[in-house]
T-cell receptor
Framework: SQKIEQNSEALNIQEGKTATLTCNYTNYSPAYLQWYRQDPGRGPVFLLL?????KEKRKERLKVTFDTTLKQSLFHITASQPADSATYLC???????????FGGGTRLMVKP | ETGVTQTPRHLVMGMTNKKSLKCEQH?????MYWYKQSAKKPLELMFV???????ENNSVPSRFSPECPNSSHLFLHLHTLQPEDSALYLC?????????????FGPGTRLLVL
């Protein structure tokens, strides 16, 4: 079955630097992949969706790439700010095509 | 705010209690979902309702019983839970219930089973 791997260790970076988070999947390539942000004690919030025929997608300081050869998506936050500190989840459709499956998320800490 | 509300936000219950979680969405969506989020584990989909009909039950124990009286409201009835059921329970909605559609989450109910 499809497995989604995100680095479970927290990523600590300095304010102003670019944060890069990784989402790897093990099986077939999904038609699209989504990224969500989750703050402590809150539900995830949708950020970006990228389709398999799109190599890159941007939204303000956010950039997502999707490499179906490597079976990997990268999520970048440029000019990071302490307010970007949160857990970031990637999600994709499962094998059976009947539900969205989430990765375990990576916690990002941006230090001032 | 995402347009999805959940009550209560926090709940402590004993293993013999019966309680219900409530979710309401104000987005005009047709699909609603229950997820469980335990510490150190990914979000686990529990149930999916599409146009008030249950379309997915992801092998959830019968001590969890969902109810969807209309497209805007979703309940999760709890009875004889176990301590390992302690988790954050998240409700979400989406426009048409298409797989992979963007989902809008509520703030969750933090449940502690003693």
């Amino acid at each position: 079955s499809q497995k989604i791997e995100q680095n479970s260790e927290a990523l600590n970076i300095q304010e102003g630097k670019t944060a890069t988070l990784t989402c790897n999947y093990t099986n077939y390539s999904p038609a699209y992949l989504q990224w969500y942000r989750q703050d402590p004690g809150r539900g995830p919030v949708f950020l970006l969706l990228i389709r398999e025929n799109e190599k890159e997608k941007r939204k303000e300081r956010l950039k997502v790439t999707f490499d179906t050869t490597l079976k990997q998506s990268l999520f970048h936050i440029t000019a990071s700010q302490p307010a970007d500190s949160a857990t970031y989840l990637c999600a994709l459709v499962n094998n059976a095509g009947n539900m969205l499956t989430f990765g375990g998320g990576t916690r990002l800490m941006v230090k001032p | 705010e995402t347009g999805v509300t959940q009550t209560p936000r926090h709940l402590v219950m004993g293993m013999t209690n019966k309680k219900s979680l409530k979710c309401e969405q104000h987005l005009g969506h047709n699909a609603m979902y229950w997820y469980k989020q335990s510490a150190k584990k990914p979000l686990e989909l529990m149930f999916v309702y599409n146009f008030k009909e249950q379309t997915e039950n992801n092998s959830v124990p019968s001590r969890f019983s969902p109810e969807c009286p209309n497209s805007s409201h979703l309940f999760l009835h709890l009875h004889t839970l176990q301590p390992e059921d302690s988790a954050l329970y998240l409700c979400a909605s989406s426009q048409e219930g298409a797989v992979g559609e963007t989902q809008y989450f509520g703030p969750g109910t933090r449940l502690l089973v003693l």
